[in-house]
């Protein structure tokens, strides 16, 4: 059989995680890296074609099924996933979750005008958690199913907030671990009808190193009071040298559950709870991005175009696996 | 807008709780049920259209959009599945595992020739479940997941075990509830690559109330020695009064989880876990089966036919959310 041939676009920690991941799929292969800076991944990854961003002719050269777009969700996708969707099938882990309607809307613009298929906004949340919320409330009518993020001691790293961290001017690095209340969880669970808001879900503790000479009272200060990020939690900052963030920060692990709670018929207690624990988080995103590209292969190959999100896809489409081997070794 | 007319076929535990369910889904209303005993059903039921189960015209004069049919895999479902699926859409818990790609290939032959849609082996195992294993084989390749039942302290009454029991002569009453052996829980979960055999994962423990002048000690030979249901496993026998089985064994408490453990792309570790406790067992089940109902509804009015798994299913399929509420408020 014809292996699916995927082209990952910007070589960032969740590209690199695709790379490793196509090696894991037998069923699919590398058709090239589009890069801003080709010359850098060329040294990387010796062999593999690779073609700038800007490259129209270059990239529809290289022949692939499938795009999987490893930009961030800020500045990259936006302009970037409409672009691609007009030449090729796309998966992306777009997650800024306010704004995925206004994405999908441009998405399927895009995709139906070009007769392409676009997997948006999938990894393991949005994605992964987003199937576990809307199964949970289908089969748990008005059960309302809450996301906790670091269930583990040490936390899970969050990119976003470490990046944050880093735009004040007298940080030289940072890194930004969530933790879940526990108190929390233990309320959902019990179906307790708590008007949670975001600080009593999660607490925020940050690993910062300084510039020499920076003042660290102001750079905490600035931290605990940045809107959105740090304001509404409950923030611990500790500032720590470079071998310091190097040993107890190293990797990107993190975790998380979603968790529903309600009844059933005759008001007997339901509770239904997905829990994952990533030792590296992009490759997680990868692995499940890789997995989303086989179910863009297989909604193509049925004439579909336009957008959809993990929830318009039948989960035998993300499988390696035969419908006999789902039935007999699956189900 | 048309709500979905809902036949249920069978009134034991399972057929109450789809009627307690409908209650709960206000896009779907009861056209009927059908009964062996119609005399017996009318005066549970009263307002409530009854028919014969061999009443063919009486069926299709209810009018029905999809029939979920509530009878046992072993002796009803096997006859009366490929019968209803050649005049109606169904949906149905058909549980025995190892037969499930024959049950569905005569399904699917039935469906097909009737222009019908058959959704086969739905439940929380089969169907949640088989769901969660081919997400977790296919977001962590080479991850194998295992299932455990009976996690909380009193186990999960299992109703295919308790019926085993009282097929024993001198057994006046019984319940049996499975325990899953934590061991085997944290072995899984840690990606321990232990070849279990069935008695590894679960134990069995048993309450029966014997019959005046029964042999407890011949029967709890028996029972330890009946092949498949109870010889694989540590099994323990607890002789009861009728009053202790009530007190003890009141109401279908259940739960179980799904583990799958494995690595992502450079080796770091990857553990993903469904858990679900329901205080009633058919209840649950009742509400999958009719969340699947909906979901029949849809694929029927797109022009599908044939038999169906969870695994051929959008999630948005069984949700009552529309696709603008699904992005805005679940991705």
């Known amino acids: 059989m014809k292996k699916l041939r995927v082209l990952v676009v910007g070589l960032g920690n969740v590209g690199r995680g695709v790379l490793l991941s196509l090696s894991n799929n037998d069923d699919m292969e590398l058709a ?18 690779v073609v700038k ?20 969700s800020k500045n990259d996708l936006p302009l970037q996933g409409p ?7 796309t998966v992306d882990s777009f997650d800024h979750h306010d704004r995925i309607p206004e994405y999908f809307a441009a998405m399927d613009t895009a995709a139906k005008a070009s ?3 676009s997997v ?34 040490k936390g899970g790293l969050s990119m976003g907030h470490s990046d944050a961290l880093r735009t004040i001017p007298g940080v030289k690095d940072a890194r930004q671990y969530t933790h879940a209340v526990p108190e929390a969880i233990e309320a959902v669970r ?37 809107p959105g990020y740090f304001a509404p939690y409950k923030t611990t900052v500790n500032f720590v040298t470079e071998e310091e963030l190097k040993s107890r920060c190293a990797g990107f692990p993190h975790d998380g559950c979603v968790i529903a ?8 207690g339901a509770v239904v709870e997905y829990h994952c624990r990533w030792g590296s988080n992009p ?3 990868a692995n499940i991005l890789v997995a989303h590209a086989r179910a863009v292969g297989r909604l193509a190959s049925e004439g579909r175009s336009g957008a959809f999100t993990i929830l318009d896809i039948p989960a035998s489409y993300f499988s390696r696996h035969s419908r006999e081997d789902l039935l007999k070794k699956f189900m």
């Open 190 to 226: 019990a179906g307790k009808a708590v008007n949670f808001k975001a600080g009593d879900l999660h607490t925020r503790e940050c690993f910062v190193v300084l510039e020499d000479g920076a003042d660290a009272a102001s750079i905490e200060e600035q931290i605990k009071s940045m």
């Open 283 to 285: 490759e997680a995103t």
């Open 83 to 89: 672009q691609f969707a007009s030449i090729i099938n």
């Open 120 to 153: 948006i906004s999938t990894g393991w949340d949005p994605g992964v958690f987003s199937l576990e919320r809307v199964l949970a409330n289908a089969f748990i009518p008005g059960a309302v199913a809450k996301g906790f993020y670091g269930l583990g001691e």
């Open 115 to 117: 007769g392409k298929v």
């Open 32 to 49: 090239g890296v589009v890069s801003r800076t080709p010359e850098r991944v060329k040294k990387e990854l010796p062999g593999v074609a």
């Open 261 to 268: 709670s309600g009844v059933t018929g005759a008001g007997n």
């Open 53 to 72: 961003a800007d490259d129209i002719a270059g990239i529809k050269a290289l022949n692939a099924d499938v795009a999987i777009l490893c930009g961030g």
